[in-house]
C-alpha cells in the first residue's frame, strides 16, 4: 500500500476526514503519466456552480457507473501529480445521488476553486480519482509546476 496516501476509509459516506496533506515538490515523469492514462475507467466534467466549497453532487452516470462497488470515500489529487491527496467521503442519498461531502472543502480550499471552475475528474478504480482544475477562462491551473520566481513578480 505504499504510495497511497494514509490508508483508505471503507463504508457507506461514513468515516473520518483526512486532513489536507501538505504540498510538496512533485515528481512525475512521462511513463507516470501514461500509466494513469492506462488505468482510467471512467471520466466526467463538474461545471463548479453555487458555493464551490459546499457538498457537490457527482454525475448520476457515474454513481450508475460504479454501483455495486460504491466507495465510502474517495482518494482525489491532482492529475500528473501523485504528492498530494485528500480523502473526501461520498455520501449517498435515498435516490441512490452521489455527493462528496466531509474533506471536499478542505481540497476546494487549497486549490482555491471558484464558481464557473470546471473540474474534469478521472476515475483510476479503487476509490482513486485524479482531478484537473480549469478556472473560469478555461485554462487549466497547475499547482505545484510553478516556480518560486514567478511568485516574486
Do not use: N
Amino acid at each position: 500500500m505504499s504510495g497511497r496516501g494514509r490508508g483508505r476509509v471503507r463504508g457507506r459516506g461514513r468515516g473520518r476526514a483526512a486532513r489536507s496533506p501538505s504540498p510538496a515538490t512533485p515528481s512525475s515523469s512521462s511513463s507516470d503519466l501514461q500509466e494513469e492514462e492506462r488505468r482510467v475507467v471512467f471520466e466526467f466534467v463538474i461545471v463548479l456552480k453555487g458555493d464551490p466549497h459546499g457538498i457537490q453532487r457527482l454525475p448520476d452516470t457515474f454513481a450508475d457507473f460504479i454501483t455495486g462497488d460504491q466507495p465510502g470515500s474517495l482518494h482525489l489529487r491532482e492529475a500528473a501529480y501523485g504528492c498530494c491527496q485528500w480523502i473526501v467521503d461520498v455520501v449517498y442519498d435515498a435516490r441512490g445521488k452521489m455527493y462528496l461531502h466531509i474533506g471536499w472543502e478542505k481540497f476546494a480550499r487549497y486549490h482555491h476553486l471558484e464558481a464557473g471552475f470546471v473540474l474534469m475528474l478521472s476515475y483510476l478504480g479503487e476509490g482513486d480519482m485524479s482531478v484537473k482544475v480549469f478556472d473560469e477562462t478555461r485554462c487549466r491551473r497547475h499547482y505545484h509546476g510553478d516556480s518560486a520566481e514567478e511568485d516574486d513578480d
